[in-house]
C-alpha cells in the first residue's frame, strides 16, 4: 500500500465523490437532472432559493473532485508531486462542495417541515369527531341510535392560553390554601374499633342475672340463679356527601384535588363524630352513646360540688355498676373553666399554666370536644362498653356523567362510608348537667 500523502489526498477526494455517486444512485440527489424530489417540491411552493440551481452547481463541483482526484491517485503511483496551484484548485473546490451540500441540506429540510405542515393541517373538532375511530365503530354499529347511546372521543388539540384582562401584571400568587378552622376528632379513638361484612350487627345483651349462690349443706338441693338474654340489633348505616369541581381547576391546579378530598373526608369524619356521640337512632341514624347513657344520680350526698366534685361521683356510678370509666368527654367550654378554678390563695388547682400534661381527672383522659353540649358531660367504659364496625372503610370517587357534568365541564367527588355502632352496655355510661345543683 502506498503511504505518499498526495496518494492519501487522491483517495480522500474518490471517497468525497463516491459519497455522491451514492447519493445519485439512493435519488437523495439527481446529477444527471439537478433536481431532488425535496428540492422539486421547494421551486414549486416558490421558495426563495433555486434548488435545481445548487444541485446542479453540486453535480459539476463533484465530477470537478471526482477527475482532480483520479488524476491524483494516477500520478502519485508514478511517484509525480502534486503541483501547488492543483492542491489550490482541489482545495476550492472542496470549500464549494461544502457550501453546496449545505444550502441544498437547508432547503431539504425547510422543504420538509412545509410538507408536513400541508399534510397535517389543524383540523376542526368537528372533523376530528367524526373522523375518529371510536365514532365510527359506534355509528356503524347503530349504538347511537339506540336510546342512551353515547360515545366519548379523546380530541387533540391546540393549547389554551387564559389570562387576565387589564395591564400586564403578574399576581403574586402564594402557596397553599388558607384552610377553615377543623375540630379535633377524638370520639372514635376512644371506642373499640370492629369490622364487618353485613348490613345488620346481631348480638346478645344481658338484661338480667339474679345471683343464688349460697353455702350448701351435703345433700340439699343447690339453688339455681337465672340469666335472662335479649337480642339486640345495630343496623349498618352509610354516611355521604359530594362536592362538585370543575374539569379546568383540577387540570391547573393538581394539589387543589388532594385538598377537596382532604375536605371531603374531615366533612364525613366530623358527621361521624356527632352521630356517634348523639346519634338519635330515629331513621338512618346511629344510636349514639350519649343517647342511650344512663341518666346521673349522684350516688352520695356533698355539699358545696364543684364541677370536678361532679365529675368524680359520676365515676363512682359507673363504677358502682361494676364499669370502671376510662374517659371523660365535656365542652371545650366547660374544661376551661374547670382548669380555671382556683384555691383560697389563688393557685390553680388543675396543674400548672405553663406545663404540657395531657388533660385528665382522676387519671382519665379528658377529651374536649364541640360535639358535647356546654353544662353536659359523659364519663363511662368506652372500651367495654361500645363498640364501632365499619362494613366499608371511607372511599373516594370521580364521575363526569353525573347530571348535567359532561356539558358543564364539571366533575363530581363523592366520599361515603358504612359503618355501625354498638352500645352493649349503656349502664357502662353516664351522662348529665356539670353544672352542680
Do not use: C
Not at 362538585?244 to 393538581?254: G, Y
Not at 360540688?305 to 365515676?315: C, E, G, M, P, S
Amino acid at each position: 500500500m502506498l503511504k505518499n500523502k498526495y496518494h492519501t489526498r487522491a483517495l480522500v477526494l474518490l471517497g468525497l465523490a463516491a459519497v455522491a455517486g451514492i447519493a445519485q444512485a439512493f435519488g437523495v440527489v439527481d446529477l444527471q437532472t439537478g433536481a431532488t424530489g425535496v428540492g422539486l417540491a421547494v421551486m414549486a411552493m416558490g421558495g426563495e432559493m433555486d434548488a435545481k440551481g445548487v444541485t446542479e452547481a453540486l453535480a459539476k463541483v463533484t465530477d470537478q473532485v471526482r477527475e482532480h482526484g483520479e488524476k491524483a491517485l494516477a500520478e502519485a503511483k508514478r511517484g509525480i508531486t502534486m503541483s501547488e496551484g492543483v492542491k489550490q484548485t482541489v482545495d476550492e473546490l472542496l470549500v464549494k462542495q461544502s457550501e453546496y451540500v449545505a444550502r441544498l441540506d437547508d432547503l431539504e429540510q425547510k422543504a420538509a417541515r412545509r410538507s408536513q405542515e400541508q399534510s397535517t393541517g389543524e383540523k376542526s373538532l368537528g372533523a376530528q369527531f367524526v373522523e375518529n375511530d371510536a365514532f365510527k365503530k359506534a355509528h356503524e354499529s347503530g349504538d347511537l341510535r339506540r336510546k342512551g347511546g353515547r360515545v366519548s372521543v379523546d380530541m387533540s388539540v391546540k393549547a389554551i392560553v387564559t389570562s387576565n384582562t387589564g395591564a400586564g401584571v403578574i399576581a403574586d400568587r402564594q402557596p397553599g390554601i388558607i384552610t377553615q378552622p377543623q375540630r379535633r376528632l377524638t370520639i372514635r379513638d376512644l371506642i373499640a374499633p370492629g369490622r364487618t361484612s353485613s348490613n345488620l350487627i346481631t348480638y346478645m345483651k344481658e338484661t338480667g342475672f339474679t345471683n343464688n349462690t349460697a353455702p350448701v349443706a351435703e345433700g340439699s338441693r343447690k339453688p339455681e340463679s337465672t340469666l335472662t338474654l335479649a337480642q339486640s340489633t345495630a343496623p349498618v348505616i352509610k354516611l355521604a356527601h359530594f362536592m362538585k369541581a370543575s374539569t379546568e381547576i383540577l387540570d391547573d391546579f393538581p394539589a387543589l384535588q388532594s385538598y377537596i378530598d382532604e375536605r371531603l373526608t374531615y366533612g364525613l369524619k366530623l358527621v361521624e363524630e356527632t352521630q356517634m356521640l348523639k346519634g338519635s337512632g330515629v331513621g338512618n341514624n346511629l344510636n349514639g352513646i350519649y343517647t342511650q347513657a344512663t341518666a346521673y344520680v349522684a350516688p352520695i350526698t356533698l355539699s358545696g360540688n364543684t364541677r370536678i366534685d361532679v365529675l368524680r361521683l359520676a365515676l363512682l356510678q359507673a363504677e358502682l355498676a361494676e364499669y370502671p370509666s376510662d374517659g371523660i368527654v365535656v365542652h371545650p367550654t366547660d374544661w376551661a373553666t374547670i382548669e380555671l378554678l382556683k384555691d383560697t390563695q389563688g393557685r390553680y388547682i388543675i396543674g400548672n399554666p405553663q406545663g404540657n400534661l395531657a388533660p385528665s381527672l382522676w387519671g382519665r383522659p379528658v377529651v374536649a370536644t364541640q360535639a358535647m353540649t356546654v353544662d353536659t358531660f359523659l364519663v363511662g367504659a368506652f372500651r367495654m362498653g361500645a363498640q364501632v364496625f365499619d362494613r366499608m372503610m371511607a372511599s373516594v370517587a370521580v364521575a363526569t356523567e353525573n347530571e348535567d357534568d359532561f356539558v358543564n365541564n364539571l366533575i363530581t367527588i363523592l366520599i361515603e362510608e358504612r359503618l355501625a355502632l354498638v352500645v352493649n352496655r349503656p349502664e357502662a355510661f353516664v351522662k348529665g348537667d356539670i353544672t352542680p345543683p
